[in-house]
């Protein structure tokens, strides 16, 4: 992907993640400017997905957005948005399904199977763990955290027994994990 397509996708995705999210939910849209601003942090580790990245994490969390809900998970209503209103890369569309370990908390939800059949998992590790990394050290409000912070921040939102409580606590090594492989990735990078 070229320098200019990269340019042209990531200003599309913000465009379209302002309109779903800033006025209905302007923390989530805070939240998804940080999560961006996160992933242009990566960009030198990421050179050849680096737009695609950006255009992901920007819009990770659109499936939030009142008018787009329909099975009440966010990254399959946000990924059906993407694909069937906009016809977007399917790269990013399986990015923004998938982001931070959404099978599991589909399995949770029952929507294990149809996320899975809909949005196959990308085969690009680095890629996956980049985008747990920036949504997973961020918090609600667009700052950057430890991903320990952030999952204990989702169980206290959400409750432990609730479907989203159960997921993240399930996820957390997995979670932490993918932090870890990407601080990796980005200690090797020149400064």
Request: overall charge negative.
């Given at each position: 992907?070229?320098?200019?397509?990269?340019?042209?996708?990531?200003?599309?995705?913000?465009?379209?993640?302002?309109?779903?999210?800033?006025?209905?939910?302007?923390?989530?849209?805070?939240?998804?400017?940080?999560?961006a601003a996160r992933?242009?942090?990566?960009?030198?580790?990421?050179?050849?997905?680096?737009?695609l990245l950006a255009?992901?994490?920007?819009?990770?969390?659109?499936?939030?957005?009142?008018?787009?809900?329909?099975?009440?998970?966010?990254?399959?209503?946000?990924?059906?948005?993407?694909?069937?209103?906009?016809?977007?890369?399917?790269?990013?569309?399986?990015?923004?399904?998938?982001?931070?370990?959404?099978?599991?908390?589909?399995?949770?939800?029952?929507?294990?199977?149809?996320?899975?059949?809909?949005?196959?998992?990308?085969?690009?590790?680095?890629?996956?763990?980049?985008?747990?990394?920036?949504?997973?050290?961020?918090?609600?409000?667009?700052?950057?955290?430890?991903?320990?912070?952030?999952?204990?921040?989702?169980?206290?939102?959400?409750?432990?027994?609730?479907?989203?409580?159960?997921?993240?606590?399930r996820a957390s090594?997995?979670?932490?994990?993918?932090?870890?492989?990407?601080?990796?990735?980005?200690?090797?990078?020149?400064?």
């Amino acid at each position: 992907m070229s320098q200019a397509v990269d340019k042209t996708m990531v200003a599309w995705a913000t465009s379209v993640a302002e309109a779903e999210l800033s006025g209905a939910l302007p923390r989530r849209w805070a939240h998804s400017q940080g999560v961006a601003a996160r992933a242009a942090e990566l960009a030198s580790a990421l050179s050849n997905d680096a737009g695609l990245l950006a255009a992901a994490a920007t819009l990770h969390d659109v499936g939030y957005a009142p008018r787009l809900v329909v099975t009440g998970f966010h990254p399959l209503d946000g990924a059906r948005f993407l694909r069937d209103e906009h016809g977007a890369d399917e790269q990013l569309v399986r990015l923004v399904a998938n982001h931070s370990f959404a099978l599991l908390e589909a399995e949770e939800r029952g929507l294990r199977e149809e996320l899975e059949a809909e949005f196959p998992l990308l085969e690009e590790p680095l890629l996956v763990d980049a985008l747990v990394y920036c949504d997973m050290t961020t918090t609600p409000d667009g700052e950057p955290t430890t991903a320990q912070d952030r999952v204990e921040e989702i169980v206290g939102r959400y409750g432990a027994d609730s479907a989203v409580g159960r997921f993240i606590r399930r996820a957390s090594l997995e979670i932490f994990a993918a932090v870890e492989r990407v601080d990796a990735a980005l200690a090797t990078q020149p400064r």
